[in-house]
């Protein structure tokens, strides 16, 4: 398993993206490439080719993938007036935009839902880094203690 730098806030956005460009994660760098259709022949592009080990399309939730997001989340809830409504949502058509506008009629839902979902999508991102064969670097490195005397490392440790 190798350590890369990367900001997992950015790549769990591109996975719940629904925009139509393509990430590239540069697993040497860390860095993700955004790409337009039309970047055809960009040198970007010429790189992705050129190297095709080097990076790998970060995979976006399609709609089925959404929608069982959302149908696990019902099973967290104890809601009795809002479970209804919002399994009701996700079986209708447009599940997505339906589900959505049922849970702002209930804000401590909405709240608990965004929550989950930043929860799953996480997950989601960490899976697929896994299995390229990469982990995230710590977002905060341990501090090394050697050499600071114990009444300024007690307040170091203290604020932190």
Do not use: C
């Not at 929860?119 to 670097?137: D, I, V």
């Amino acid at each position: 398993m190798r350590t890369l730098t990367l900001d997992l806030d950015t790549l769990t956005l591109l996975i719940n993206g629904r925009e139509t460009l393509e990430h590239w994660l540069d697993i040497e760098a860390g860095s993700v490439l955004t790409l337009s259709p039309e970047d055809q022949g960009s040198d970007e592009r010429q790189q992705i080719e050129l190297h095709p080990d080097r990076y790998a399309a970060v995979p976006n939730l399609d709609v089925a993938q959404r929608v069982a997001m959302r149908e696990s989340f019902l099973f967290t809830l104890n809601d009795v007036n809002a479970h209804p409504l919002l399994s009701a949502a996700l079986t209708g058509r447009k599940p997505l935009r339906a589900f959505d506008y049922e849970i702002d009629q209930f804000p401590a839902l909405r709240q608990q839902w965004q929550a989950y979902e930043q929860k799953q999508l996480r997950e989601y991102a960490l899976n697929w880094l896994f299995e390229l064969g990469l982990e995230p670097a710590p977002d905060k490195l341990p501090m090394d203690t050697r050499g600071i005397p114990k009444d300024i490392l007690r307040r170091l440790t203290k604020s932190a």
